[in-house]
C-alpha cells in the first residue's frame, strides 16, 4: 500500500514562502508522475504543478510559473514545492498525487493521493 504524506503548509503573509513536501512510502516509484493539485473552498481541484520522475521535467499552471518550482530527491522518495512570492489566491488545501499516465495536469489521472496540507497566504 502506497501511502503520500505532505508536510509544510501554514499560515504566511502575502510576499512570503512556504516549500511543502510530500513523502512517499511503501514503495518506491520510477516511473511516472507526481503532481501537486489544491483545492480552495468552493472550487474544484486544479493542477499546480508536476515533476517525471525520470528525467525530471516539469510543468505549471501559468499563474504559478516563475513562483513555485517543483522538485524531487528520487532516493528519498520525497517531492517538493517551493512556493515563493505567495499570494492570497494561492490559499487553499494542496494536495500531492502520483501518476503512471503521461497526462499529467488531469486530477482524475492520478491513483494516489495525500490527505492534503491546508496553505493560507494573508493580505
Known amino acids: 500500500q502506497v501511502q503520500l504524506v505532505e508536510s509544510g503548509g501554514g499560515l504566511v503573509q502575502a510576499g512570503g514562502s512556504l516549500r511543502l513536501s510530500c513523502a512517499a512510502s511503501?514503495?518506491?516509484?520510477?516511473?511516472?508522475?507526481m503532481g501537486w493539485f489544491r483545492q480552495a473552498p468552493g472550487k474544484e481541484r486544479e493542477f499546480v504543478a508536476a515533476?517525471?520522475?525520470?528525467?525530471?521535467?516539469?510543468y505549471y499552471r501559468d499563474s504559478v510559473k516563475g513562483r513555485f518550482t517543483i522538485s524531487r530527491d528520487n532516493a528519498k522518495n520525497t517531492v517538493y514545492l517551493q512556493m515563493n512570492s505567495l499570494e492570497p489566491e494561492d490559499t487553499a488545501v494542496y494536495y500531492c498525487?502520483?501518476?503512471?499516465?503521461?497526462?499529467?495536469?488531469?486530477?482524475?489521472?492520478?491513483?494516489?493521493w495525500g490527505q492534503g496540507t491546508q496553505v493560507t497566504v494573508s493580505s
Open positions: 511503501g514503495r518506491t516509484f520510477s516511473t511516472g508522475a
Open positions: 515533476i517525471r520522475w525520470t528525467g525530471g521535467n516539469t
Open positions: 498525487a502520483r501518476t503512471g499516465n503521461f497526462v499529467v495536469n488531469r486530477p482524475e489521472l492520478y491513483d494516489t
